[in-house]
């Protein structure tokens, strides 16, 4: 089986603009959850979505959004870019919600604003 | 306050040496999860556990409910164990991830 990919693998964006990040999990799961990884704050959870439903919610603005389509795959949104948004963004995909099942992250998309 | 703290945060072995990486938690969780970083961030799952203990090859985890306390062992640890290891609890109330700040770990051949 393929493993989950993300795409970009890495992004550059000015302040301001906004960005949107994909992510493809494997074949057959329906759960994808995506995190924000920084030097200062570590990894920290967004969200995570099961059949196209935002399922649960990390502490940040609205200005990080996300969506998951019929085939599971999924987006997240950034609008109105700030400096500190500049992280490595990883997803992972696990065949369901219950914590029986193992995640398995993508090599996550490198984002740098300037 | 962290939800989950780790120690120790650096940690130098000699290739051979047994390794022991903890992790304390405050949440209730369903699960405990820990996992590896090498550089350029690659992520992999290690173990999710929500009681007693796992082992993978050299790898064993263990945790303890009561105590709110997971560790992760390395036995005849080698240059190829050198990374990150992650702590992530899962909470039973709201089912989001909490991570530790990580543990980097270089072996020395």
């Known amino acids: 089986k393929a493993g989950v990919t993300q795409t970009p693998r890495y992004l550059i964006k000015t302040r301001g603009q906004q960005v949107t990040l994909s992510c493809s999990p494997i074949s057959g799961h329906r759960s994808v959850s995506w995190y924000q990884q920084t030097p200062g704050q570590g990894l920290q959870f967004l969200f995570e979505y099961f059949s196209e439903t935002q399922r649960n919610k990390g502490n940040f603005p609205g200005r990080f959004s996300g969506r998951q389509f019929s085939n599971s795959r999924s987006e997240m949104n950034v609008s109105t870019l700030e400096l500190g948004d500049s992280a490595l963004y990883l997803c992972?995909?696990?065949?369901?919600?219950?914590?029986?099942?193992?995640?398995?992250f993508g090599p996550g998309t490198r984002l740098t604003v300037t | 306050k962290n939800e989950v703290e780790q120690s120790p945060q650096n940690l130098t072995a000699q290739e051979g040496e047994f390794i022991t990486i903890n992790c304390s938690y405050s949440v209730g969780i369903s699960a405990l999860h820990w996992l590896q970083q090498h550089p350029g961030g690659g992520i992999v799952s290690l173990f999710m556990l929500s009681s007693g203990k796992k082992k993978h090859g050299r790898l064993i985890a263990t945790i303890n409910i009561q105590e709110k306390h997971s560790s992760l062992h390395i036995t005849a640890s080698h240059p190829r164990d050198s990374a990150v290891y992650i702590c992530?609890?899962?909470?039973?109330?709201?089912?989001?991830?909490?991570f530790g700040t990580g543990t980097s770990l270089t072996v020395i051949p």
């Open positions: 992530a609890a899962r909470s039973n109330t709201g089912n989001q991830f909490y």
């Open positions: 992972a995909s696990s065949f369901g919600l219950r914590q029986v099942y193992e995640q398995y």
